[in-house]
């Protein structure tokens, strides 16, 4: 069974700053990721996903995210924080043969 | 629909008392998820509805949940005898694009008094 596992419930940066958020997930067969993000007091949204084309995936907002097989890792980042960045991040691991697995989640603070 | 929706937005209901929460998914999606995510909480997966499949139940919490899908389409959550425990925004979802990407609905925020 696959399953996915965010390090840090809650990460703090500066505005400007790299953002990085931690992904790994554990599958036996190749896997799709996903990131989603949900802002204060709004639904989730899709943020970027890997489906096995290319390894480093761009998502929108300025975020991608680079799938490493020998690290079963699939960590966001940023390169500059933005006040707007503040919300919860999502990771999520889906095969073909099984259900979408989302991780605890990540919450991100951007400090002015 | 455009959309996935689900009503109520809000519901407040009495300890004891039963809920349905319904998802009208976006037509032509298969597959239905429900979620529940509780303050300060990830997402914890509760039931999956793929086609005509027997449903994935493995996530619902105790027998007083039960949710079902008529006609593939509509789906109901019902929470029997309600807990305070039980309070938390409930989310549906509908995968699609080839590779499931998640599509929520906006979610029913449940408050058990």
């Known amino acids: 069974a696959q399953s996915v596992t965010q390090l840090g419930s809650h990460v703090s940066v500066s505005e400007g700053a790299l953002v990085l958020l931690r992904c790994n997930y554990s599958s036996s067969v190749p896997p799709y990721l996903f990131w989603y993000v949900q802002y204060p007091n709004q639904g989730l949204q899709l943020l970027l996903k890997y489906t096995s084309a290319a390894t480093l995936v761009k998502g929108i907002n300025g975020f991608e995210a680079e799938f490493k097989k020998s690290e079963t890792s699939f960590h966001l980042t940023k390169p500059s924080a933005h006040m707007s960045d503040a919300a919860e991040y999502f990771c999520?691991?889906?095969?073909?043969?099984?259900?979408?697995?989302f991780g605890p989640g990540t919450s991100l603070s951007v400090i002015p | 629909g455009a959309g996935v929706s689900q009503s109520p937005s809000n519901k407040v209901t009495e300890k004891g008392k039963d809920v349905e929460l319904r998802c009208d998914p976006i037509s032509g999606h298969t597959a239905l998820y429900w979620y529940r995510q509780s303050l300060g909480q990830g997402l914890e997966f509760l039931i999956y509805f793929q086609g005509n499949s027997a449903p994935d139940k493995s996530g619902l919490p105790s027998d007083r949940f039960s949710a079902e899908r008529t006609g593939g389409s509509v789906s109901t959550l019902t929470i029997q005898r309600t807990q305070q425990e039980d309070s938390a925004v409930y989310l549906c979802?509908?995968?699609?694009?080839?590779?499931?990407?998640?599509?929520f609905g906006p979610g029913t925020r449940l408050t058990v008094l």
């Open positions: 999520a691991v889906k095969t073909s043969y099984d259900k979408v697995i």
């Open positions: 979802a509908t995968p699609g694009g080839g590779t499931d990407t998640q599509y």
